[in-house]
T-cell receptor
Framework: EDKVVQSPLSLVVHEGDTVTLNCSYEVTNFRSLLWYKQEKKAPTFLFMLTSSGIEKKSGRLSSILDKKELFSILNITATQTGDSAIYLCAAGNNRKLIWGLGTSLAVNP | EAEVAQSPRYKITEKSQAVAFWCDPISGHATLYWYRQILGQGPELLVQFQDESVVDDSQLPKDRFSAERLKGVDSTLKIQPAELGDSAMYLC????????????FGPGTRLTVT
């Protein structure tokens, strides 16, 4: 059965800390892995990863995919209170996306 | 910037009543998705359309839920009759194709069934 597992489920850090969020997947005919940020509204798209070892960066956020070990990580450096959100990972083939439960990140001032 | 539109944003209904949600995807996006999200969980796919055709509705409770995208553009999701357990956020998303470059979500409809 296709599945996506995120860890940790929740995390509390202080401003300025660096965090690493994990996403492991088992998806038949895997094509891509996506990261989303969700605050008190709909998820917003962060990254799509399709190739191993190529880091995607956007400001203080970066992500990388390991297709051999079937996981991805999302790094956030120098965290800010505005980074507090649920971070969702989804892995897909050419038909559907399988979603993880998310990691709830709280950044305290 | 193009966005996915949804309405209403909030809906309160009594159980056994009918309720409908509307979604207008980003122009040119052939693939449209309806998700249900319960607080604290990831989105659960209800139905996926490719143009006007249903690609996947395996998780749609077909005894009470229906979805259509008659002209391959906007879509409606209907629940009849609503049950207490249907209270959730209903999200619509669209993408250019089925494999990316990522799904773009609308603001969602928060449904409360009393």
């Amino acid at each position: 059965e296709d599945k996506v597992v995120q860890s940790p489920l929740s995390l509390v850090v202080h401003e300025g800390d660096t965090v690493t969020l994990n996403c492991s997947y088992e998806v038949t005919n895997f094509r891509s892995l996506l990261w989303y940020k969700q605050e008190k509204k709909a998820p917003t798209f962060l990254f799509m990863l399709t190739s191993s070892g190529i880091e995607k960066k956007s400001g203080r956020l970066s992500s990388i995919l390991d297709k051999k070990e079937l996981f991805s990580i999302l790094n956030i450096t120098a965290t800010q209170t505005g980074d507090s959100a649920i971070y969702l990972c989804a892995a897909g083939n050419n038909r559907k996306l399988i979603w993880g439960l998310g990691t709830s990140l709280a950044v305290n001032p | 910037e193009a966005e996915v539109a949804q309405s209403p944003r909030y809906k309160i209904t009594e159980k056994s009543q009918a309720v409908a949600f509307w979604c207008d995807p980003i122009s040119g996006h052939a693939t449209l998705y309806w998700y249900r999200q319960i607080l604290g969980q990831g989105p659960e796919l209800l139905v996926q359309f490719q143009d006007e055709s249903v690609v996947d509705d395996s998780q749609l409770p077909k005894d009470r839920f229906s979805a259509e995208r008659l002209k391959g553009v906007d879509s409606t999701l209907k629940i009849q009759p609503a049950e207490l357990g249907d209270s959730a956020m209903y999200l619509c998303a669209s993408s250019l194709g089925t494999s990316g470059p990522g799904q773009y979500f609308g603001p969602g409809t928060r449904l409360t069934v009393t």
